[in-house]
C-alpha cells in the first residue's frame, strides 16, 4: 500500500537553529499538507499546497515556516529560527484530489527544541 | 473557526463489550472522517463519510454521519484489546484542511 514518508523519525535542535522536515507524499497525490501536534494536543492544521503554492495556511504558520516542493517527489517545512513551543509531532499528508479523498499521513518527525 | 467536540476523552471497556464515541460540531461539514491513531504514528484514516445519515460499516466498526452533517458517531461491537488507540474524528469544511477534535482514548481490557 502507498505510503508517506518521513525523515527523520526524531530531530533535537537548539533553540534557534533552523530546521527542515523532509516528506515524500504519495507519487500520484496532488494536495499537500502539513500538520503538528504537541503532546496531549490536537491534530493542528499548518499549511496546505497545491500546484507548487500554498493554498492555505493557518495562524501558526508565520514568517518563521516555509515550504517547498523542490523535485517533484520531496516536499518540506522549514523552521527558520526555532523556539521552545515548536516541540512537537509534526506530520504530512497526501491525498489524491480534491472533495471527499481522505488523507494518507506519514508516521510523523518528532521535534525537540532545547 | 469549526470546533469538533468528541466524547467520551477517555474510555476503558471489557473486552466483549460494545461501545459508541460520538463527534459533535455547530457547523456543517462537507465530509467527516473517522482515524485511528497509535501513539508515536501518525492518523490512519479508518472512513470518509459524505452523506447526510449515511452509515458505513468496517468489520465491527460502525459509522454514521447525522443528518445536518454535524455530527457523527463510530460503534464498536464486541471490542478486541486490538481495537485500543486514539480514534480521531476530521472535519472537512472546505476543499482543504480538515479540522481534528482532540480524541477518544479508547483502552480494551483483556
Known amino acids: 500500500e502507498p505510503e508517506v514518508t518521513q525523515t527523520p523519525s526524531h530531530q533535537v535542535t537548539q533553540m534557534g537553529q533552523e530546521v527542515i522536515l523532509r516528506c515524500v507524499p504519495i507519487?500520484?497525490?496532488?494536495?499537500f499538507y502539513w500538520y503538528r501536534q504537541i503532546l496531549g494536543q490536537k491534530v493542528e492544521f499548518l499549511v496546505s499546497?497545491?500546484?507548487?503554492?500554498?493554498?492555505?495556511k493557518s495562524e501558526i504558520f508565520d514568517d518563521q515556516f516555509s515550504v517547498e516542493r523542490p523535485d517533484g517527489s520531496n516536499f518540506t517545512l522549514k523552521i527558520r529560527s526555532t523556539k521552545l513551543e515548536d516541540s512537537a509531532m509534526y506530520f504530512c499528508?497526501?491525498?489524491?484530489?480534491?472533495?471527499?479523498?481522505?488523507?494518507?499521513f506519514g508516521s510523523g518527525t518528532r521535534l525537540t527544541v532545547v | 473557526t469549526q470546533l469538533l467536540e468528541q466524547s467520551p476523552q477517555f474510555l476503558s471497556i471489557q473486552e466483549g463489550e460494545n461501545l459508541t464515541v460520538y463527534c459533535n460540531s455547530s457547523?456543517?461539514?462537507?465530509?467527516l472522517q473517522w482515524y485511528r491513531q497509535e501513539p508515536g504514528e501518525g492518523p490512519v484514516l479508518l472512513v470518509t463519510?459524505?452523506?447526510?445519515?449515511e452509515v458505513k460499516k468496517l468489520k465491527r466498526l460502525t459509522f454514521q454521519f447525522g443528518d445536518a452533517r454535524k455530527d457523527s458517531s463510530l460503534h464498536i461491537t464486541a471490542a478486541q484489546p486490538g481495537d485500543t488507540g486514539l480514534y480521531l474524528c476530521?472535519?472537512?469544511?472546505?476543499?482543504?484542511?480538515?479540522?481534528f477534535g482532540i480524541g477518544t482514548k479508547l483502552q480494551v481490557i483483556p
Open positions: 507519487s500520484n497525490h496532488l494536495y
Open positions: 499546497f497545491y500546484n507548487n503554492e500554498i493554498s492555505e
Open positions: 457547523s456543517v461539514f462537507s465530509s
Open positions: 463519510v459524505v452523506t447526510g445519515g
Open positions: 499528508a497526501s491525498r489524491a484530489g480534491q472533495g471527499n479523498y481522505g488523507y494518507t
Open positions: 476530521a472535519g472537512a469544511g472546505g476543499y482543504q484542511k480538515v479540522t
